[in-house]
């Protein structure tokens, strides 16, 4: 299967500051998602993004979050100011063609927030 | 308890031995999905298995499903030591058209050579 690339693989920053965080899926694909997975804990889905609006997004997901899809291909989340409790694995995942298919994830981004 | 549990929460097993793990859920699902975690590495996709579906095989993977007991169950035949890793189950639940999945917490599972 044709991969997610994530980047950057481990980004550290500070309390308070802004993280954006990549993802490389297929461009043509349609359906996009990040979950994210703190550590020694479950994965928790954050949000869905379908033809370039969000779909879904969960209690997490609040105001600090925004993700968008700024030139077609790249796919980010965006965290404006970020807390200790957001250190964690942040997922992306494509779907081949929506509900009810295969997710495929990528390699992820490890967050460390100080 | 929630959607998405998997138990045994862990399972230490030698080389060519069968691995059960098993998954409950709690709500109406579209699908159910398997995947694997090698420690801190991205999620790997094993296999769905349809609401409509009551067994699937992928290789050394057998998937059931029980929709009367909202469970299933991921056998891996004749382990090897690189099985080894957490494997989670995923529910996308009925109602949702875009692909939302809820994990459980995952059985890691450790095969010696």
């Known amino acids: 299967e044709p991969e997610v690339t994530q980047t950057p693989s481990h980004q550290v920053t500070q309390m308070g500051q802004e993280v954006i965080l990549r993802c490389v899926p297929i461009s043509n694909h349609l359906y996009f998602y990040w979950y994210r997975q703190i550590l020694g804990q479950k994965v928790e889905f954050l949000v869905s993004?379908?033809?370039?609006?969000?779909?879904?997004k969960s209690e997490i997901f609040d105001d600090q979050f925004s993700v968008e899809r700024p030139d077609g291909s790249n796919f980010t989340l965006k965290i404006r100011s970020t807390k200790l409790e957001d250190s964690a694995m942040y997922f992306c995942a494509r779907g081949l063609a929506g509900g009810g298919n295969e997710q495929f994830f990528g390699p992820g981004t490890r967050l460390t927030v100080l | 308890s929630q959607q998405g549990e998997e138990d045994p929460q862990a399972l230490s097993i030698q080389e060519g031995e069968n691995a059960t793990m098993n998954c409950s859920y709690k709500t109406s699902i579209n699908n159910l999905q398997w995947y694997r975690q090698n420690s801190g590495r991205g999620l790997v996709h094993l296999i769905l298995?349809?609401?409509?579906?009551r067994e699937k095989h992928s290789g050394r993977l057998r998937v059931t499903l029980d929709t009367s007991k909202k469970s299933s169950s991921l056998l891996i035949t004749a382990s090897r030591a690189a099985d080894t890793a957490s494997y989670f189950c995923?529910?996308?639940?009925?109602?949702?058209?875009?692909?939302?999945?809820?994990f459980g917490q995952g059985t890691i599972l450790t095969v010696h050579p």
């Open positions: 995923a529910t996308d639940v009925s109602g949702t058209s875009y692909g939302k999945l809820t």
């Open positions: 298995i349809r609401s409509n579906e």
């Open positions: 993004f379908y033809n370039n609006e969000i779909s879904e």
